[in-house]
């Protein structure tokens, strides 16, 4: 069987016969749907429900204002912060299950892979219990705060001023802090599999020569993980870019990402055209995100 | 060995992960100057041994000294011992030159004498001009002499080599071999060699500790470890050998014999200092058994002169039989019913024709050939 696929080319029927199917289900329910998208992009509303394709490029014309594009550049920059966070993160993450013992390994890797089985939804909603204004997150926060004025006045001191829960939802912080929560598995596991295929001797014949710690992470860790950190800030930065749930739900009215005003356009301002050409700019800005990095591997790949 | 400093001291060492005891109890000096090798199988514990002096590993138990310093709780990049690894470990993103003065630059050593010096260890290693190649445009004997290099460069009082030769074919492992002790004679640095080769070893090596289940066998230098094993386990393991159970009958200062059931009444012209009707085993190399066509046995042995009639002498049939270029190895069944391998050198082009398979063959050895084995 490996065989027949291996040489596809002196037995085209078969492979076909086999990659037929899921070519059809790429074409018709993907392809041909972004095709109708593209194509509303370019076209004007005639109706409530009709839209005229006329060849118009004043929805991209709008959609390069700056009103939209601010909103744009700032879920870059959202996503850009989450990418960062995830990589400080996750890199240790990523060691630490690296250097467990085998038997520990699998029970970690769980762990990171565990919550990809519960809804987003569902994980979201969690998240937002934990945070609200009676949540534990606050209650910790609270009883800190109260035991600090507690400590204060046993030593002698003034007491402190009652506890105000502080609002964690609902602004750009829980964006952020939220994205970062659901995204960090993406970004452990390429993390991992980089460092997992590290051989452990250079980490060893670095330390001894004499480096410390620090100066083997920075020289000979961090260098040969590269392609498996560029996988990682790859696979995180897209989807927060176009992160919609998220923002949506846990974010104020500020605090508003790309991908929630597509939604407006499709949705309550009913322009399909609009949201039609925001949506590409954003595949086009993914695109040449991913353009680059596959750049940069071939680049990798001539130096050697 | 001029100088008899002792540069490496294991001190009663012992490692334990978890249940398992990977070095038990190993009390060594290694002498300065010395090319010192542990041997033994895999899963000995020789390279838990070996990584103990580098620092990767903590002793459970016992102290390492190094040039009289205790550094049983030195980290690896503060211990004055460098290492080579079995997978040579060349940093990959790095350029040779690069790979070799990445020591020296953490030591802070100012870029002339830097260069100077990556240029003095690769040419040492045969690597000059070599300096701007990337590891991944190099062979594996390459390879390895860039770790030699960046190892060496760091002048180290002690270098470490885990199963240095284990990755390259056959021919250049033989080369390597003479390479590496020319090297230790030029640098002068102690060397310590982690192998399960005993070619290897025996080839390379001022002195050998072979390493069994985590304990000491035997330290001795090459010959001594062949000629001289002070047990079965080192008999067997350093070269090919036969064993056979007996009782010591005769044992004095000039003379000893052996009563084998499997083989014949063996006599030795010395003696071995054993209770008298204890158990104990005979080693015989295959090489030093003399094959010869029944009859023609006692004039060969009249010759020698060296042991009473009925000893040293045995009688079988050709059961196996590889030709192997230089020598001819024969698997002889004796009449006792017990296998014996004899090696012939093939002294001419048709020596391996003289003996074929079922022919029937005498042997004989020299009194001072078999070794006697207490335990």
Redesign the interface.
């Given at each position: 069987m490996a065989g027949l696929v291996q040489d596809w080319k002196a037995h085209k029927r078969p492979f076909a016969a086999i990659a037929g199917a899921p070519l059809f289900w790429l074409l018709l329910f993907f392809l041909v749907p972004m095709a109708i998208v593209w194509l509303y992009s370019f076209g004007e509303n005639a109706g409530p429900a009709d839209i005229a394709i006329s060849g118009t490029l004043d929805n991209y014309k709008r959609a390069t204002e700056w009103l939209y594009l601010s909103i744009f550049l700032k879920s870059l920059a959202v996503a850009a912060l989450v990418t960062l966070i995830c990589l400080i993160i996750g890199f240790p993450v990523a060691m630490a299950i690296t250097f467990a013992t085998p038997k520990w390994r699998p029970w970690l890797l769980l762990g990171i892979m565990l919550p990809f089985w519960t809804n987003l939804l569902v994980r979201t909603y969690a998240l937002m219990v934990l945070m609200g204004t009676n949540g534990y997150a606050n209650m910790g926060l609270g009883a800190l705060w109260d035991g600090t004025s507690w400590l204060r006045v046993a030593v002698g001191m003034q007491p402190l001023e009652a506890w105000t829960p502080v609002q964690l939802l609902y602004n750009n912080f829980a964006v952020v802090l939220g994205l970062v929560y659901v995204h960090l598995p993406f970004m452990v596991l390429p993390l991992y599999a980089a460092l997992d295929r590290l051989d452990k001797s250079l980490i060893e014949a670095s330390l001894d020569l004499g480096a410390g710690h620090l100066r083997t992470l920075m020289k000979i860790v961090v260098p040969l993980a590269g392609p498996g950190i560029l996988a990682g800030v790859m696979i995180t930065l897209i989807p927060a870019l176009g992160a919609y749930l998220t923002p949506d739900l846990m974010g104020g009215t500020e605090s508003q990402m790309i991908a929630n005003v597509i939604e407006r356009q499709f949705k309550r301002a009913n322009d399909w055209p609009f949201g039609a050409a925001l949506s590409f700019l954003l595949i086009y800005a993914m695109f040449i995100l991913i353009a680059l990095q596959s750049m940069r591997r071939d680049k990798g790949r001539e130096a050697h | 060995m001029t100088d008899a400093q002792p540069i490496i001291q294991i001190r009663n060492v012992s490692k334990r992960f978890g249940k398992v005891t990977a070095v038990d109890n190993v009390t060594l000096d290694i002498m300065a100057g010395e090319f010192f090798v542990l041997l033994g199988p895999s899963g000995c514990g020789k390279t838990t041994l070996l990584r103990m002096i580098?620092g990767?590993e903590l002793p459970t138990e016992g102290q390492i000294l190094i040039d009289g310093q205790d550094v049983s709780n030195v980290?690896?990049?503060?211990r004055p011992v460098?290492?080579v690894?079995?997978?040579y470990?060349v940093?990959?993103?790095m350029s040779v030159a690069d790979n070799v003065a990445?020591?020296l630059k953490?030591?802070g050593v100012g870029r002339g004498e830097r260069e100077e010096r990556v240029r003095e260890a690769l040419d040492l290693v045969k690597l000059g001009g070599f300096e701007g190649r990337?590891p991944?445009q190099m062979s594996g004997g390459q390879r390895q002499r860039v770790?030699l290099a960046?190892?060496l460069v760091?002048r180290p009082k002690v270098l470490l080599l885990d199963e240095p030769l284990s990755a390259l074919d056959a021919k250049l492992r033989a080369q390597m071999q003479f390479e590496l002790s020319d090297l230790q004679d030029q640098v002068g640095i102690t060397f310590v060699t982690v192998t399960h080769d005993q070619d290897e070893a025996l080839s390379m090596a001022s002195r050998i500790a072979v390493i069994n289940k985590g304990e000491v066998a035997q330290l001795a230098g090459p010959s001594d470890l062949y000629e001289y094993p002070a047990n079965r386990f080192v008999a067997d393991f350093v070269g090919s050998v036969n064993i056979f159970e007996g009782k010591l009958t005769l044992d004095e200062p000039d003379r000893a014999a052996v009563d084998c059931p499997g083989i014949s009444k063996v006599y030795l012209n010395h003696g071995v200092t054993g209770p008298h009707g204890a158990d104990v085993w005979i080693a015989l190399r295959p090489e030093k058994i003399y094959l010869h066509v029944p009859g023609e046995g006692k004039a060969v042995r009249a010759a020698a002169q060296d042991a009473p009639d009925g000893h040293n002498f045995a009688r079988g049939v050709i059961k196996g039989m590889s030709y192997l270029g230089d020598i001819t190895l024969y698997e002889i069944k004796l009449d006792s019913g017990e296998m014996i391998r004899v090696s012939r050198p093939n002294l001419s082009r048709h020596d391996q024709e003289d003996f074929t398979w079922d022919d029937r063959v005498s042997m004989h050895w020299r009194a001072d050939s078999p070794v006697v084995l207490l335990g």
């Amino acid at each position: 069987m490996a065989g027949l696929v291996q040489d596809w080319k002196a037995h085209k029927r078969p492979f076909a016969a086999i990659a037929g199917a899921p070519l059809f289900w790429l074409l018709l329910f993907f392809l041909v749907p972004m095709a109708i998208v593209w194509l509303y992009s370019f076209g004007e509303n005639a109706g409530p429900a009709d839209i005229a394709i006329s060849g118009t490029l004043d929805n991209y014309k709008r959609a390069t204002e700056w009103l939209y594009l601010s909103i744009f550049l700032k879920s870059l920059a959202v996503a850009a912060l989450v990418t960062l966070i995830c990589l400080i993160i996750g890199f240790p993450v990523a060691m630490a299950i690296t250097f467990a013992t085998p038997k520990w390994r699998p029970w970690l890797l769980l762990g990171i892979m565990l919550p990809f089985w519960t809804n987003l939804l569902v994980r979201t909603y969690a998240l937002m219990v934990l945070m609200g204004t009676n949540g534990y997150a606050n209650m910790g926060l609270g009883a800190l705060w109260d035991g600090t004025s507690w400590l204060r006045v046993a030593v002698g001191m003034q007491p402190l001023e009652a506890w105000t829960p502080v609002q964690l939802l609902y602004n750009n912080f829980a964006v952020v802090l939220g994205l970062v929560y659901v995204h960090l598995p993406f970004m452990v596991l390429p993390l991992y599999a980089a460092l997992d295929r590290l051989d452990k001797s250079l980490i060893e014949a670095s330390l001894d020569l004499g480096a410390g710690h620090l100066r083997t992470l920075m020289k000979i860790v961090v260098p040969l993980a590269g392609p498996g950190i560029l996988a990682g800030v790859m696979i995180t930065l897209i989807p927060a870019l176009g992160a919609y749930l998220t923002p949506d739900l846990m974010g104020g009215t500020e605090s508003q990402m790309i991908a929630n005003v597509i939604e407006r356009q499709f949705k309550r301002a009913n322009d399909w055209p609009f949201g039609a050409a925001l949506s590409f700019l954003l595949i086009y800005a993914m695109f040449i995100l991913i353009a680059l990095q596959s750049m940069r591997r071939d680049k990798g790949r001539e130096a050697h | 060995m001029t100088d008899a400093q002792p540069i490496i001291q294991i001190r009663n060492v012992s490692k334990r992960f978890g249940k398992v005891t990977a070095v038990d109890n190993v009390t060594l000096d290694i002498m300065a100057g010395e090319f010192f090798v542990l041997l033994g199988p895999s899963g000995c514990g020789k390279t838990t041994l070996l990584r103990m002096i580098a620092g990767f590993e903590l002793p459970t138990e016992g102290q390492i000294l190094i040039d009289g310093q205790d550094v049983s709780n030195v980290p690896p990049n503060k211990r004055p011992v460098n290492m080579v690894f079995q997978s040579y470990a060349v940093f990959p993103h790095m350029s040779v030159a690069d790979n070799v003065a990445y020591g020296l630059k953490i030591r802070g050593v100012g870029r002339g004498e830097r260069e100077e010096r990556v240029r003095e260890a690769l040419d040492l290693v045969k690597l000059g001009g070599f300096e701007g190649r990337m590891p991944d445009q190099m062979s594996g004997g390459q390879r390895q002499r860039v770790a030699l290099a960046r190892s060496l460069v760091m002048r180290p009082k002690v270098l470490l080599l885990d199963e240095p030769l284990s990755a390259l074919d056959a021919k250049l492992r033989a080369q390597m071999q003479f390479e590496l002790s020319d090297l230790q004679d030029q640098v002068g640095i102690t060397f310590v060699t982690v192998t399960h080769d005993q070619d290897e070893a025996l080839s390379m090596a001022s002195r050998i500790a072979v390493i069994n289940k985590g304990e000491v066998a035997q330290l001795a230098g090459p010959s001594d470890l062949y000629e001289y094993p002070a047990n079965r386990f080192v008999a067997d393991f350093v070269g090919s050998v036969n064993i056979f159970e007996g009782k010591l009958t005769l044992d004095e200062p000039d003379r000893a014999a052996v009563d084998c059931p499997g083989i014949s009444k063996v006599y030795l012209n010395h003696g071995v200092t054993g209770p008298h009707g204890a158990d104990v085993w005979i080693a015989l190399r295959p090489e030093k058994i003399y094959l010869h066509v029944p009859g023609e046995g006692k004039a060969v042995r009249a010759a020698a002169q060296d042991a009473p009639d009925g000893h040293n002498f045995a009688r079988g049939v050709i059961k196996g039989m590889s030709y192997l270029g230089d020598i001819t190895l024969y698997e002889i069944k004796l009449d006792s019913g017990e296998m014996i391998r004899v090696s012939r050198p093939n002294l001419s082009r048709h020596d391996q024709e003289d003996f074929t398979w079922d022919d029937r063959v005498s042997m004989h050895w020299r009194a001072d050939s078999p070794v006697v084995l207490l335990g």
